[in-house]
């Protein structure tokens, strides 16, 4: 799908899925659940171990945190039991939607990524996780 087909289809349809919508990564729409409160099993997951194993060392920054723990300081709640998320956080949302949550949640999120200083944190992978639920849940 090219970038204006793209754009052509968030247009149409970001006001009937909740200001959202989703593209993925491995297949278009692609949305799956995500349970893994307790960090994520980078060696033995199928999808994670092939992208781990494309990692070279320094790539990648683990987490001083686990995905609850992102979660609770980012929304000052705790976690549902699963939340679903769009893969490879290939998604469009109207500025509608995303206006509303308060400035803070975003400014919280950017926050982590700016005291890292690192081109790939494991944030960034939970947060990928959370997008939907930071704006199909915002109303």
């Known amino acids: 799908m090219t970038i204006t087909q793209m754009s052509a289809k968030s247009l149409k349809e970001t006001a009937s899925r909740g200001g959202m919508t989703i593209f993925g990564s491995k297949a278009e729409g692609t949305y799956r ?3 893994q409160w307790d960090g994520f099993d980078w060696k033995n997951d199928p999808d994670n171990v092939v992208w781990l194993s494309q990692q070279k060392p320094g790539d990648f920054l683990n987490a001083d945190c686990t995905p609850a723990e992102l979660w609770l300081d980012i929304f000052g709640y705790g976690h549902p039991k699963s939340i679903m998320f769009a893969e490879g956080a290939f998604f469009a949302v109207h500025r509608d939607t995303i206006r509303l949550r308060p400035l803070t949640i975003y ?7 700016m005291t890292l200083n690192h081109i790939n ?5 939970f947060i990928e996780k959370f997008w939907g639920e930071i704006f199909i849940d915002a109303s």
């Open 33 to 35: 659940p995500f349970d």
């Open 107 to 113: 400014k919280r999120i950017l926050g982590k990524f």
């Open 121 to 125: 944190p494991e944030i960034g992978h």
